[in-house]
């Protein structure tokens, strides 16, 4: 047998020796994670062990309801969805910092990934913010999702003339 079958053999019986746990990632809703189905039976192993890491909720889900959006701009880069002050973002640090894997990062550096994500969804960060002028800002933008969604409305409309 040549020196490569020997070598390719052996790396065979030590790939064979490697057992990978099967990962499991979800998102389960406040109060509703159950041992029935169709959670209890995924998260069982044959050794009945497992790991549960508990997270705080997504950056994107905060960011959303401290600037009252339901839904992130159609586009971030372009228009603006919603303002929040740095005092939220630093709140909303403050919360993310707590999960395990930004447990490494500085405080600075969780504050630079929320602005990122905010960014991503179009919400402008100010460094401070009057009531009157977010109560405006609020009013055109109500205008403007109107706007949006009629023409999304007649877009679809068209598409499903063209095609039906």
């Known amino acids: 047998m040549s020196k490569a079958g020997k070598v390719v053999r052996i790396a065979k019986k030590i790939a064979e020796k490697v057992n990978h746990r099967p ?50 701009a159609m586009l971030p880069a372009q228009e603006v969805g919603g303002m929040l002050t740095l005092k939220h973002v630093y709140e909303i640090a403050k919360i993310k910092s707590q999960d395990y894997y930004l447990q490494i990062y500085s405080m600075e550096a969780v504050c630079r990934q929320v602005i ?23 009013k ?18 068209a598409k499903m003339l063209r095609t039906g």
């Open 23 to 72: 990962y499991m990632k979800l998102t389960i809703p406040a109060g509703q994670a159950a041992p029935s189905p169709p959670l209890g039976p995924q998260l069982g192993q044959p050794d009945r062990s497992y790991d549960l890491h508990i997270n705080t909720p997504p950056t994107s889900y905060l960011l959303k309801c401290a600037a009252g959006m339901s839904k992130g």
């Open 140 to 157: 055109q933008r109500k205008d403007t999702v109107t706007q949006q969604e009629q023409e999304l409305l007649e877009k679809r409309q």
């Open 116 to 138: 990122g994500t905010a960014h991503s969804l179009g919400i402008q960060v100010v460094p401070t913010m009057d009531a009157d002028e977010y109560g405006e800002f609020l």
